[in-house]
């Protein structure tokens, strides 16, 4: 069973097409639909029980409204009342394709040792199609160091199996941003990750309400992910090459953004980002020595 996980907000004019998008798959698979509302104050709720009376009334969709808390706090909620073996997950602003699960199901069917997939993805911006570029490039089996750099892996493109969830546990809720990042690390440091080269999930982008566009620096909060994954696996012997790996990036994020800091003069972000990056190598050498 597949259960499609849609955490809104105040996303009332675009929630159509994504749940639609869902419902119109040719998948033959048995299949639920997790919309949770996180907090909307933009008559979401109605809208949707009015809407989709008829699914909800069958179990096809289950509206789950909570207090607004971030998306992490909504994909999770979603995951744990999901009946599903695999989870896959739609942003409210995204759309799949209608061949999307259908395409990944027989994929991951033909291909058992990966427990989570991810397809290409059309991306307009503003309402105008355009070109992903190289450094987006999607890849296959391990690629933890180039998911060090950004992120890889689309949330509205992915399934994945509730096994990595029990090993790894899930969304970190303390990420209000870079959330996705901070996961990828945690999956593609241990896992591969299936890929199918064709365009199924279709990616918005460029209106106001979108999280990515209303962060400054999200550097700084890759910093804090590559932070948390070097502490967490410093001490695991199997992981020291991945830690090295991260310890790297964690240094290259740093340079640029303390670069930006100079020329902004917010010398006493540069103290206090110092201090920490000092703190982490001395926990880092000590481990290594």
């Known amino acids: 069973m597949i259960s499609t996980v849609i955490p809104t907000y105040n996303r009332i004019k675009v929630i159509e097409r994504a749940v639609n998008s869902v419902l119109n798959q040719d998948t033959t698979e048995e299949h639920e639909i997790i919309i949770v509302d996180d907090g909307s104050t933009d008559g979401t709720e ?9 699914e909800i009334e069958s179990n096809k969709i289950k509206y789950i409204k909570i207090p607004h808390s971030g998306v992490s706090r909504a994909r999770n909620v979603g995951i744990t009342h999901s009946r599903g073996e695999w989870i896959a997950f739609l942003d409210s602003d995204d759309e799949w394709l209608k061949q999307k699960l259908t395409s990944q199901i027989n994929y991951l ?8 997939c991810h397809t290409d ?3 307009i911006k ?15 089996g391990w690629f933890f160091e180039p998911s060090l750099k950004i992120c890889l892996i689309s949330p509205s493109s992915v399934i994945i199996n509730k096994k990595i969830f029990e090993a790894i546990g ?6 209000k941003v870079v959330e996705d990042y901070e996961l990828w690390l ?18 918005y982008g460029g209106h106001s309400d979108q999280l990515s566009s209303q962060i400054n620096g999200i550097e700084k909060y890759r910093m804090n992910a590559l932070e948390k994954f070097i502490k967490e696996n ?8 991945a830690v090295k790996l991260a310890m790297e990036e964690y240094i290259r994020k740093y ?8 020329k902004r003069g917010k010398y006493s972000e540069i103290n206090s980002l110092k201090a920490k990056k000092d703190r982490l190598i001395d926990l880092l050498t000590a481990v290594v020595v």
């Open 170 to 175: 899930l969304f970190d809720e303390s990420f």
């Open 121 to 123: 993805e059309i991306w």
């Open 186 to 203: 945690r999956i593609t440091s241990r896992y591969q990750v299936g890929y199918i080269d064709e365009k199924l999930t279709i990616k």
């Open 109 to 116: 069917r033909a291909h058992p040792e990966y427990l989570i």
């Open 46 to 54: 109605t809208y949707i029980k009015n809407k989709y009376r008829n």
């Open 234 to 241: 410093m001490n695991k012997s199997e992981m020291i090459g």
């Open 255 to 262: 340079k640029i953004y303390i670069n930006g800091c100079i």
């Open 126 to 140: 503003n309402g105008k199609r355009i070109n992903q570029g190289k450094k987006h490039l999607k890849q296959e």
